[in-house]
């Protein structure tokens, strides 16, 4: 409500205003492991494992050089998606400022991840403008759990930084699912089966879609979502994430 009322200049100052107030209740700190830093911290920056700007087309993993030196990663997890960028893998650092995102809600973090995401986003969509963010929604039950729904929040400030279009609420989660990293969870792809439903097709058909989650592992969540979004006749569905496991 209140970012349709403001203009992207009084956006970005009340952003600085928030900042400001936070630095002063919450000192600059590492957004890993928590310890006094201005942003990253030597060893925890040390065991951060990025993923290449220049990387496979598809997937986005490292590519060698040279001629017949393609990509040798299986692509099978991608099925239903055009294309994958990641910011960093889950191992090492990765996974600590995920982790502090979602389960602290610390802003340090999303900034972090955010503007890291954000470089990805160009490699994927060189006019972000021309897109639209989809987090992968949580259930609402979830999301009341918790009281807040991380991969909105990342997608909203990945926005804020491209220009990018966010279309939060055209894709739903239907059925509160397990988390896929659950050990009762046998099947990943049959857990999250019928777990998505399109809310607004009108907000999504021909659309340029990038949808935005804080980790992908196996990758069946996305696929879901693709197949769902693809479906309600969507022109092309690309994944964007912090981490990849
Ligand atoms: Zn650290
Ligand atoms: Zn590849």
Known sequence: MLRSLLSPLQRRRARLVVRAIL??????????CGGPSDGLCAPCRGRLERLPARGCARCGEPVGAGPGRGCTADHAPLRGLAARRAAWRYRGTGGDVVR???????????????????????????????????????????????????????????????????????????????????????????NVAGAFAIARPRAVRGRRIVLVDDVSTSGATA???????????????????????
């Open 100 to 190: 502090a995102l979602k389960f602290t809600g610390d802003p340090a973090a999303l900034q972090l991840a955010a503007r890291a995401v954000a470089l990805r986003l160009r490699d994927l969509e060189p006019r972000p403008s021309r897109c639209a963010l989809v987090p992968v929604p949580m259930h609402p039950r979830k999301r009341r759990r918790r009281g807040r729904d991380h991969a909105a929040w990342l997608a909203a400030e990945i926005g804020e930084l491209t220009g990018a279009r966010l279309l939060v609420g055209a894709l739903r989660r239907v059925h509160d699912t397990v988390p896929q990293s659950d050990p009762r969870v046998t099947s990943r792809a049959a």
């Open 223 to 245: 696929r879901e979502c693709a197949a769902v979004l693809t479906a309600a006749g969507a022109a092309r569905v690309t994944l964007l994430v912090a981490a990849l496991g």
């Open 23 to 32: 630095d002063a209740v919450a000192p600059p700190h590492c957004p890993a």
